[in-house]
């Protein structure tokens, strides 16, 4: 796979200029892509430091330049991915950072008909950093009263740093729940990090309000879903590998628990080796509910209605995408108060 930072694709770039660079409503109206604009949906599945833009990057920190940002997240596979994900979340030094991000992410969710996003933060992160966690949410949560959607929260533990380093995220995350945190997951390198070492933390967890969600079968098999869901996960992130497992697909369609899809982001880490070859659209056949989403918009060159129209090159009809936008605000953690006329 050749090196990829922010650079979009051919189609990216088109559903991006749709989506509020500047094209005259009149010039595309009529496409299904108006259409897809102005169904009311839910982000479910986008990480806020892989949501930064390079111009972003460099209103956050002026010294840096566009080609600095491009060496550094240039990556070949996933474990360069990380790397470059890490390098971007230590730019983030203030809260002030942070609140920006947040202030351009939800300006672009919005410009794409999104009405409700849960945005995962990387608490594990900022507190590997030393940072003060209180004051950044803080700083985020009085951003996201100001945002043109409604915004709730996924407070993230790092899975490769270990059991005992997620705990201090789920003790915040249980203080925060009145200030919109809904739900505690892991991401991160699922094979140092499985899923079942985090069993116990999960049932705090729970027994603390949080909703649970874990990254898993994305870089790893289908055991690694099965795992997820055996310490509580109530949704997955990615969980494409259940494709290779009959039983399992029948488990997740029969308990409803939806697979976070982000076709772009599998295809640029390497996990598949083409938009074409992705099972987004079997597992969607199988009854397996799916969700369309970003992960790292920015890291992964790509937005909310590209991955809507790449689905649609997988064969899903202007329906089941009308569908797919109608369940990510059904599989949501909390209810969501804006929907359409909302």
């Known amino acids: ?29 009529g496409q299904r892509l108006v259409r897809l604009l102005e169904i009311p949906k839910a982000e479910l599945h986008v990480h806020l430091e892989g949501s930064i833009e390079p111009e972003t990057l460099r209103e956050i920190d002026p010294s840096l330049s566009l080609a600095e940002i491009e060496a550094y997240t240039k990556y070949d596979d996933f474990a360069g991915f990380l790397r470059a994900y ?49 004051a950044i949410y803080g700083a985020l949560w009085e951003e996201s009263q100001r945002a043109p959607i409604e915004i ?39 094979v140092r990090g499985p899923a ?21 079968g994305e870089t790893a098999g289908p055991e690694s879903v099965r795992e997820a869901l055996a310490i509580g996960a109530e949704r997955i992130g990615h969980g494409i590998a259940a494709i290779e497992d009959e039983a399992l697909m029948v488990e997740l369609r029969e308990r409803a628990i939806p697979l976070e899809v982000c076709v772009t982001s599998n295809v640029r ?6 938009a074409a070859a992705h099972p987004l659209r079997r597992l969607y056949e199988a009854g397996v509910p799916v969700l369309i989403n970003t992960d790292d918009p920015a890291l992964f060159g790509c937005t909310l209605m590209g991955e809507y129209e790449l689905a649609a090159t997988l064969g899903f009809s202007e329906t089941e995408l009308e569908e797919l936008a109608e369940a990510s605000l059904r599989h949501a953690f909390a209810e969501p108060s804006r929907r359409a006329g909302g």
């Open 86 to 134: 890490v390098w971007v979340n230590k730019r983030l030094e203030t809260p002030e950072h942070y609140a920006v991000a947040l202030r351009r992410l939800a300006s672009t969710l919005a410009a794409q008909g999104v009405v409700y996003a849960e945005i995962t933060l990387s608490a594990g992160v900022i507190l590997w950093k030393g940072q003060d966690l209180e």
């Open 1 to 29: 796979m050749a090196a990829m930072g922010f650079a979009k694709s051919d189609a990216q770039q088109a559903a991006s200029q749709a989506t509020g660079a500047g094209l005259p409503e009149e010039t595309i109206r």
């Open 269 to 274: 880490t390497g996990v598949v080796a083409t």
């Open 196 to 216: 079942r070492e985090f069993a116990e933390v999960f049932r705090e967890a729970r027994e603390a309000g949080l909703r649970l969600t874990c990254h898993a």
């Open 152 to 190: 709730r929260w996924i407070l993230d533990a790092i899975r490769q740093f270990g059991a005992e380093a997620a705990r201090p995220v789920v003790e915040f995350a249980a203080r925060a729940r009145e200030r919109g945190v809904v739900a505690f997951g892991i991401g991160g390198d699922e």
